[in-house]
């Protein structure tokens, strides 16, 4: 079972910048596809960004297209999730995830793809 760790989050005003952190145990980073997703208050959890095992490929949901960047360091064990140009509307806890995959270049929309989950961070953007 992979634990998961995230860091990064807080109280920005909009228009500001964060990078979330995910950080992996075990020696087998390299083998997961990383996810993350947020949910905010009252909503359900939504997909916000995802990358491959290799880091070659990345996906994002329409709404953080252009503003976020989603990165990994394998030799680190770590996720990234940078995200700029910040909307009261991006406020919500961000939660990382994996999943195994056989292929380097996967990567996966969809929650119940994902296996472990981390604690979540809060990310409040103020207007």
């Known amino acids: 079972q992979v634990q998961l760790v995230e860091s990064g989050g807080g109280l920005v005003q909009a228009g500001g910048s964060l990078r979330l952190s995910c950080a992996a145990s075990?020696?087998?980073?390299?083998?997961?596809?990383m996810g993350w997703f947020r949910q905010a208050p009252g909503k359900e959890r939504d997909f916000v960004a995802t990358?491959?095992?290799?880091?070659?490929?990345?996906d994002y949901a329409d709404s953080v297209k252009g503003r976020f960047t989603i990165s990994r360091d394998n030799a680190k064990n770590t996720v990234y999730l940078q995200m700029n140009s910040l909307k009261p509307e991006d406020t919500a806890v961000y939660y990382c995830a994996v999943a195994p995959a056989s292929y380097s270049d996967t990567y996966y929309w969809n929650d119940y793809e994902y296996r472990s989950w981390g604690q979540g961070t809060q990310v409040t953007v103020s207007s």
């Open positions: 990358i491959s095992r290799n880091g070659a490929r990345t």
């Open positions: 075990g020696r087998t980073f390299s083998s997961y596809v």
